[in-house]
């Protein structure tokens, strides 16, 4: 599979652009542990164009992480085409068009999933971008807006004639946001539609390496991207890998994740800086599936969210190494 000059091997995984999910630190192990492709953040188009500084943080990536993309979202045409051309100069693998997100502070201004009401506008600001850069761009979108308006397989086609070179679809709608089960068969009627030429990426609950590999089996998607699994769980990548490249499963010890996460953390400190570093690793610490098994877990969970030092954080994750190993 290709998304412009870029090959992929058989099977690519792809981590999901998450707002404060994928900082630098956390896109680094993902893509040590086997995702083929990583994204940043999701970067405000408008922001971008006025110089905001915590936005224009967003755009530092490290050749550790290629092939990356780097995520736009905005409904003005011209800032779009502006902050495309910002993203280019960095040096991104890819610009990704966000036409998915559900939120309401960004769908219901008509960003992100927003464009889904306005399909005209959402058609020229990809076409503009796609003519203003010579990096390859890429979309994500929905199945459309709700139940009574699934226009993905015609919308494939129209993104496709813009000139985009791959094309992530989350199989739910905006309406359901992130409740329910996304549905796949959607995405597979895309990739089954014989006009449809650019790669197909599938998004949407996939949990473990049984769903991926379904994933591909049963849908014929050209990659998988893996979205809220991977919080405070990079080695997901792994344990997907090996189940689809046939290689005998061995789970890493509990030790082993925790250094993980407490690398996490010290790449961030050292990237970004120790407040912002902190603020974006506790997140992925409170949210990990290995300290589940703590006593009283949430007073834990508290404390992790609450800590503001990379030495507090530290001994908060040290102390529950000694809970877990009891």
Known sequence: MKIGNIDFDNHPLF???MEDVTDIGFRML??????????TEFVSAEALVRSV???????VISDEERPVGIQLYGRDADAMVEAARIVESVNPDIIDLNFGCPVKKV?????????????PLMLQITKSVVDAVKVPVT???RLGWDHDNIIIEELAEQLQDCGIKALTIHGRTRSQ???GEADWSYIGKVKDNPRIKIPIIGNGDIKTPAQAKQAFEQYGVDAVMVGRATFGCPWIFKDMRDLL????????????????????LRINVERIDEYRGILHTRRHLAASPIFKGIPDFRQTRIAML?????????????????????
Do not use: H, W
Request: glycine residues 6%; hydrophobic residues 40%.
């Open 306 to 326: 609450r800590a503001e030092t990379m030495d507090e954080l530290t001994a908060i994750i040290d102390n529950s190494r000694c809970m877990l190993s009891r």
């Open 245 to 264: 490249d046939d290689r005998t499963f061995q789970e890493l010890t509990l030790d082993d994740k925790i250094d993980i996460l407490k690398e996490q």
């Open 15 to 17: 981590l999901a652009p």
């Open 53 to 59: 500084k915590s936005t224009a943080a967003k755009l």
């Open 177 to 179: 946001m992130y409740t």
């Open 139 to 141: 979309v994500k979108t």
């Open 30 to 39: 993902c893509k040590r542990f086997g995702a083929s492709m990583v994204y």
């Open 107 to 119: 769908a219901g201004k008509g960003a992100g999933a927003g464009m889904l009401r306005n399909i």
